[in-house]
């Protein structure tokens, strides 16, 4: 290969990859040129973060009737399937883009929703009266040392005295090992000011590192780089530019953000992911060294060294909140308990005798005990439907098998809490909004409808994305609870329908005539179903 001299032409190497003369030119890309392609995140919202602050013994505003401030809130992803929810509640969307919040406005307006405002405002402008609940989802690291000051301040100021505030960062020691390569695909792509160009010469040089590295293929740099490729494989090209390829990206390491917090007058309350608050995850040495204190800012911080931990969901609230961290079962009974848990059949083919339950993230519960079985078998069949744990136990006692409640209850006690700590039960605040099965006139969320027009996923019931492929988007929006199943069936078969369909199905011509009504009828059957599993059905 020929030496690099002062030229910028790209040299040619395999598979795609440019070596290029590095410039000393560096400048933030604008979030107006490449809109950071965001998602409604559901560990952020308000009813959720009032279960956590119950449980560790606060009294935190009603979400369904609260002032609500998003910074950061791009087109309003996240904060307008919560006012369309709650319209009780009052929310205040933020963001320097320009760009995004009048494509926020633009749907705003064809929802109608009074209730939310979303204005192109910088943090360090606003002015605004308190608010119960403040998030700020991947914007921390992400600004230089003056706008992160001013989202403490101003979220120390505006904090009202029982609220809660969520803010997100990348963390160390985690992020590390990947800074290093952040620099590597800074310094590689510096040069180049197409995005899309920009993100694909970050992926090939990744790809090309872990393939060729001059180490060993179990080496800690090689398994490094395939862990990042392989993140990145999943993740659009919009995710890396503003992440990884950020002008700023600064993580810190937990005291130093629990020291910045502290210095404006707020406390450390938790995480958004419950689970990780835990010790219950770690070895029994690790347990007992992590049990041993009472000071919660150190058990987080050797946590974080214990699990490499990457990035936070920290929730805040005042400092004159008197806390309690000793979470007791009594402390789930006020609330919805949703099931993450389901059989795993592989894994109980090989305990002899012992029926096994995992949770997505591959914890294990394993009995062979009757009655724990009978209730772990309720719970796993209304996985993704919420429901009181006296439901649960009246339900389990009038199987017949002769158990009083007071015994299933005693024996619930007995496993609740380790469910929750290792992912298997998520508490929540409200009763589902969504049908476990479709009605007899179905009807799909109205807010996903409207978004479904316009873009090819929308948000569920629990806030969470849910894809939707094309030809489930032309029914999906005729879903509106003026039809039966045949009644869409007929729809769908529709010369209008039809040839929607077909344009969704890779431009193919439309069918000549109807289609099958009995093939059609399976197809809208199924749909339906996994609408309903997904939560995009309402009540």
Same mark, same amino acid.
Request: proline share 7%; with cysteine.
């Given at each position: 290969?020929?030496?690099?001299?002062?030229?910028?032409?790209?040299?040619?190497?395999?598979?795609?990859?440019? !070596?290029?003369?590095?410039?000393?030119?560096?400048?933030?890309?604008?979030?107006?040129?490449?809109?950071?392609?965001?998602?409604? /995140?559901?560990?952020?919202?308000?009813?959720?973060?009032?279960?956590?602050?119950?449980?560790?013994?606060?009294?935190?505003?009603?979400?369904?009737?609260?002032? @609500?401030?998003?910074?950061?809130?791009?087109?309003?992803?996240?904060? !307008?399937?919560?006012?369309? !929810?709650?319209?009780?509640?009052?929310?205040?969307?933020?963001?320097?883009?320009?760009?995004?919040?009048?494509?926020?406005?633009?749907?705003?307006?064809?929802?109608?929703?009074?209730? @939310?405002?979303?204005?192109?405002?910088?943090?360090?402008?606003?002015?605004?009266?308190?608010?119960?609940?403040?998030?700020?989802?991947?914007?921390?690291?992400?600004?230089?040392?003056?706008?992160?000051? #001013?989202? /403490?301040?101003?979220?120390?100021?505006?904090?009202?005295?029982?609220?809660?505030?969520?803010?997100?960062?990348?963390?160390?020691?985690?992020?590390?090992?990947?800074?290093?390569?952040?620099?590597?695909?800074?310094?590689?792509?510096?040069?180049? &000011?197409?995005?899309?160009?920009?993100?694909?010469?970050?992926?090939?040089?990744?790809?090309?590192?872990?393939?060729?590295?001059?180490?060993? #293929?179990?080496?800690?740099?090689?398994?490094?780089?395939?862990?990042?490729?392989?993140?990145?494989?999943?993740?659009?090209?919009?995710?890396?530019?503003?992440?990884?390829?950020?002008?700023?990206?600064?993580?810190?390491?937990?005291?130093?953000?629990?020291?910045?917090?502290?210095?404006?007058?707020?406390?450390?309350?938790? &995480?958004?992911?419950?689970?990780?608050?835990?010790?219950?995850?770690?070895?029994?040495?690790?347990?007992?060294?992590?049990?041993?204190?009472?000071?919660?800012?150190?058990?987080?911080?050797?946590?974080?060294?214990?699990?490499?931990?990457?990035?936070?969901?920290?929730?805040?609230?005042?400092?004159?909140?008197?806390?309690?961290?000793?979470?007791?079962?009594?402390?789930?009974?006020?609330?919805?308990?949703?099931?993450?848990?389901?059989?795993?059949?592989?894994?109980?083919?090989?305990?002899?005798?012992?029926?096994?339950?995992?949770?997505?993230?591959?914890?294990?519960?394993?009995?062979?005990?009757?009655?724990?079985?009978?209730?772990?078998?309720?719970?796993?069949?209304?996985?993704?439907?919420?429901?009181?744990?006296?439901?649960?136990?009246?339900?389990?006692?009038?199987?017949?098998?002769?158990?009083?409640?007071?015994?299933?209850?005693?024996?619930?006690?007995?496993? /609740?809490?380790?469910?929750?700590?290792?992912?298997?039960?998520?508490?929540?605040?409200?009763?589902?909004?969504?049908?476990?099965?479709?009605?007899?006139?179905?009807? #799909? %969320?109205?807010?996903?409808?409207?978004?479904?027009?316009?873009?090819?996923?929308?948000?569920?019931?629990?806030?969470?994305?849910?894809?939707?492929?094309?030809?489930?988007?032309?029914?999906?929006?005729?879903?509106?609870?003026?039809?039966?199943?045949?009644?869409?069936?007929?729809?769908?078969?529709?010369? &209008?329908?039809?040839?929607?369909?077909?344009?969704?199905?890779?431009?193919?011509?439309?069918?000549?005539?109807?289609?099958?009504?009995?093939?059609? #009828?399976? %197809? @809208?059957?199924?749909?339906?179903?996994?609408?309903?599993?997904?939560?995009?059905?309402?009540?």
């Amino acid at each position: 290969m020929p030496p690099l001299t002062g030229h910028n032409r790209p040299i040619p190497t395999t598979k795609g990859l440019f !070596l290029r003369v590095p410039s000393m030119d560096s400048h933030p890309l604008s979030y107006d040129i490449v809109p950071y392609e965001s998602k409604p /995140l559901e560990q952020s919202r308000p009813a959720h973060l009032s279960v956590i602050g119950s449980l560790f013994g606060m009294q935190p505003p009603d979400f369904r009737s609260a002032r @609500v401030l998003e910074i950061g809130c791009a087109t309003g992803v996240n904060l !307008l399937p919560m006012a369309a !929810l709650h319209p009780q509640a009052s929310f205040l969307g933020i963001d320097i883009s320009r760009n995004q919040i009048e494509t926020g406005q633009q749907f705003l307006t064809e929802l109608g929703l009074s209730n @939310v405002t979303l204005r192109h405002l910088s943090i360090t402008e606003l002015e605004e009266e308190p608010f119960d609940y403040i998030l700020c989802h991947g914007v921390f690291s992400w600004v230089d040392a003056t706008v992160r000051q #001013a989202i /403490l301040r101003k979220t120390g100021q505006l904090l009202t005295a029982n609220g809660i505030a969520y803010i997100s960062y990348n963390t160390l020691p985690g992020w590390n090992m990947i800074r290093s390569l952040r620099e590597m695909m800074q310094f590689h792509t510096q040069n180049i &000011e197409d995005p899309e160009h920009k993100a694909t010469q970050a992926r090939l040089l990744l790809a090309f590192l872990r393939d060729n590295a001059a180490c060993d #293929a179990q080496s800690p740099y090689r398994q490094v780089l395939a862990s990042e490729v392989d993140l990145l494989t999943g993740k659009a090209g919009k995710y890396l530019l503003h992440d990884h390829l950020a002008y700023h990206n600064t993580p810190f390491y937990f005291h130093q953000f629990y020291n910045m917090a502290k210095s404006v007058g707020l406390q450390y309350l938790g &995480e958004a992911q419950l689970p990780s608050l835990f010790t219950t995850n770690f070895s029994p040495e690790a347990q007992a060294l992590l049990n041993a204190t009472d000071d919660i800012f150190l058990r987080e911080q050797y946590m974080d060294f214990l699990t490499n931990r990457r990035f936070r969901m920290t929730l805040l609230c005042r400092d004159h909140i008197a806390l309690q961290r000793n979470v007791t079962p009594n402390a789930l009974e006020g609330f919805y308990l949703h099931s993450l848990m389901q059989p795993d059949e592989k894994a109980t083919a090989a305990m002899d005798g012992l029926r096994v339950f995992s949770t997505p993230q591959g914890a294990r519960i394993q009995t062979a005990h009757p009655m724990t079985l009978a209730l772990l078998t309720a719970m796993a069949e209304r996985r993704g439907h919420p429901f009181r744990l006296s439901e649960l136990i009246h339900s389990v006692s009038e199987q017949g098998a002769g158990w009083s409640r007071s015994a299933l209850s005693a024996n619930v006690q007995e496993w /609740l809490l380790s469910l929750l700590y290792n992912g298997g039960l998520v508490p929540t605040a409200e009763a589902p909004a969504y049908a476990a099965q479709p009605s007899r006139h179905p009807e #799909a %969320w109205s807010f996903a409808r409207a978004q479904a027009r316009r873009q090819e996923w929308v948000t569920n019931l629990r806030h969470e994305p849910v894809s939707l492929d094309p030809p489930t988007r032309i029914l999906f929006n005729q879903v509106d609870g003026t039809r039966t199943q045949d009644e869409l069936v007929l729809r769908i078969n529709e010369p &209008e329908c039809r040839e929607e369909m077909a344009r969704a199905l890779d431009g193919r011509p439309a069918a000549d005539g109807p289609l099958p009504l009995d093939d059609l #009828a399976t %197809w @809208v059957a199924h749909k339906l179903d996994g609408l309903a599993r997904e939560a995009l059905l309402v009540r």
